[in-house]
């Protein structure tokens, strides 16, 4: 590895990647460095997400940033192949159901006017509505879905490598090492100091930008630079579901008023099994790094939710269980910009489950930033770093 760089990006996974891919567009002749510690993204929170893709937020910069990932998506597997990788994200445009019942539905209700009044494409269907549309689904207590008919779901592995793939083709080169200090001079950063995975020691790579694109440990890089960040990493759980048959029909990613929600895992070849996968985050979830699967979730929380949603499915055992990491804010919304206390430190992280979606926004508007001066398509001076500290939090009640 060189002595420096233009850009240094910590992080590999979907959001420093996607940075990646946006910089070498607008810096082509610079070098730009991604540190990432684990290349097989064995932990990863973007490879070990639900996969889901929605633009139904309640500000109008979430919804802007989502549905320009929408249409991202919408050509994924065709922009990956023209650097030469075959991805097949396979992003699947059914939907996202809300359903609304006796406990929710005026909070609901007022979600949905919000959204459409901030641009998102959603729709408010009847009980009736509901259960015409979506055969199979138990609407006894619905009182009426909110549904974004653009929406849908992904292969979030296929994502993470398709454009890691995109960033490699064009010239991003990709270290394996852990970041162990951001360097300061005359003020502002001067670059990392990287254990490295292979080799003997610790390397420096000059460099004046550092991006902290971390995920879940984006805290401790801020911490490597002599900052405090507001990001907790808080487990999550994931299970695919074996089903006797296939499911009746197609059906969107579905989201219960208790918080549980589902969406279809499609088989890829013939001989391959229709699964489902289910989750449900838990607010009172204790802050720390634990990939612990507790199966005790499935089985006292989600699993009675979907069953008497689907009485007619039968399920006929669990596929696989496994646990992830969110990175989690105070108000679950993301940090983007540069820190005002290190000139040249931009972080881009803190994304509270949403990062997926908002991994080709960001990567367009921290790219502008990096090379332009300012972020020119998105405002993303709401989500500053040190907005809590200024006690002004970005406040969307569409956030789950």
């Given at each position: 590895?060189?002595?420096?760089?233009?850009?240094?990006?910590?992080?590999?996974?979907?959001?420093?990647?996607?940075?990646?891919?946006?910089?070498?567009?607008?810096?082509?002749?610079?070098?730009?460095?991604?540190?990432?510690?684990?290349?097989?993204?064995?932990?990863?929170?973007?490879?070990?997400?639900?996969?889901?893709?929605?633009?139904?937020?309640?500000?109008?910069l979430n919804v802007a940033m989502a549905q320009y990932g929408i249409a991202f998506y919408r050509r994924f597997d065709e922009l990956t192949a023209a650097s030469g990788h075959r991805s097949r994200a396979w992003f699947r445009q059914r939907g996202y159901l809300f359903l609304a019942d006796e406990g929710n539905a005026e909070r609901l209700e007022k979600r949905y006017e919000?959204?459409?009044?901030?641009?998102?494409?959603?729709?408010?269907?009847?009980?009736?509505?509901?259960?015409?549309?979506?055969?199979?689904?138990?609407?006894?207590?619905?009182?009426?879905?909110?549904?974004?008919?653009e929406d849908g779901y992904l292969d979030p592995r296929e994502v993470l490598l398709g454009l890691r793939a995109m960033a490699s083709s064009s010239g991003v080169e990709y270290v394996h090492g852990t970041v162990t200090e951001v360097t300061r001079a005359g003020g502002r950063v001067s670059g990392v100091r990287v254990a490295q995975?292979?080799?003997?020691?610790?390397?420096?790579?000059?460099?004046?930008?550092?991006?902290n694109a971390a995920g879940a440990y984006a805290a401790a890089v801020g911490t490597a630079?002599?900052?405090?960040?507001?990001?907790?990493?808080?487990?999550?759980?994931?299970?695919?579901?074996?089903?006797?048959?296939?499911?009746?029909?197609?059906?969107p990613m579905v989201f219960d008023p208790d918080g549980t929600h589902w969406r279809l895992d499609d088989p890829i070849s013939a001989i391959d099994a229709e699964t489902l996968v289910i989750g449900r985050s838990r607010a009172q979830e204790p802050v720390g790094e634990n990939f612990e699967c507790d199966h005790a979730r499935l089985e006292e929380e989600m699993l009675p939710t979907f069953l008497r949603r689907y009485p007619e499915v039968q399920v006929r055992g669990v596929a696989d269980g496994w646990a992830g990491l969110y990175e989690m804010t105070p108000d679950h919304n993301?940090?983007?910009?540069e820190h005002p206390a290190l000139?040249?430190?931009?972080?881009?992280?803190?994304?509270?489950?949403?990062?997926?979606?908002?991994?080709?926004?960001?990567?367009?508007?921290?790219?502008?930033?990096?090379?332009?001066?300012?972020?020119?398509?998105?405002?993303?001076?709401?989500?500053?770093?040190?907005r809590f500290e200024r006690g002004q939090p970005f406040v969307d009640g569409a956030l789950v």
């Open positions: 590895m060189g002595d420096a760089a233009a850009v240094v990006i910590v992080g590999g996974g979907v959001i420093g990647s996607s940075i990646a891919v946006r910089l070498r567009q607008r810096m082509r002749d610079a070098r730009i460095v991604v540190v990432e510690r684990d290349p097989t993204y064995a932990r990863a929170s973007s490879r070990l997400a639900t996969g889901g893709i929605r633009q139904q937020y309640e500000s109008p919000t959204q459409r009044a901030s641009g998102a494409h959603v729709e408010r269907l009847s009980q009736r509505e509901v259960a015409d549309r979506f055969a199979g689904l138990a609407t006894h207590d619905v009182q009426f879905g909110v549904f974004g008919a995975a292979e080799g003997d020691g610790e390397h420096e790579v000059a460099a004046p930008v550092v991006v630079a002599g900052l405090t960040l507001p990001i907790d990493p808080v487990r999550q759980h994931l299970f695919r579901l074996a089903l006797e048959e296939p499911f009746p029909c197609r059906i993301a940090l983007l910009g000139p040249g430190f931009v972080t881009a992280a803190g994304f509270s489950g949403h990062g997926l979606m908002m991994a080709p926004a960001t990567g367009l508007a921290i790219a502008e930033l990096i090379a332009d001066g300012r972020s020119r398509t998105f405002d993303v001076g709401p989500l500053a770093v040190d």
